[in-house]
Nanobody, 121 residues
């Protein structure tokens, strides 16, 4: 069974940094895109950043220049380096991954359990 396990959230002051990690475990053939979403209280979940298997990345406008997404394919892990954090970055951060279980199967999207990031002013 595929699982995504996140780590690295916490409480930080505005202007500080945090690094989130998300590791995929279990048996599968390949991972395509991996990404991070966040959900603030009372708001919808929104895309933060995504990286595809070839390394191309895409970011929400609100985090460009401050956040960096990367992945280690050997470890099946995606990272989110968050710098210059702002109070509006507060929320639960979820990782996801589009995973193919067997070679000729369709990809399925898996989600992590979420990790809380709180930025104080």
């Amino acid at each position: 069974q595929v699982q995504l396990v996140e780590s690295g959230g916490g409480l930080v002051q505005a202007g500080g940094s945090l690094r989130l990690s998300c590791a995929a475990s279990g048996s599968f053939f390949s991972i395509n895109a991996m990404g991070w979403y966040r959900q603030a209280p009372g708001k919808q979940r929104e895309l933060v950043a995504v990286v595809i298997s070839g390394g191309s990345t895409n970011y929400a406008d609100s985090v460009k220049g401050r956040f960096t997404i990367s992945r280690d394919n050997a470890k099946n892990t995606v990272y989110l380096q968050m710098n210059s954090l702002k109070p509006e970055d507060t929320g639960v951060y979820y990782c996801n991954a589009d995973i193919r279980g067997m070679r000729y199967e369709r990809e399925q999207r898996y989600w992590g359990q979420g990790t809380q990031v709180t930025v104080s002013s």
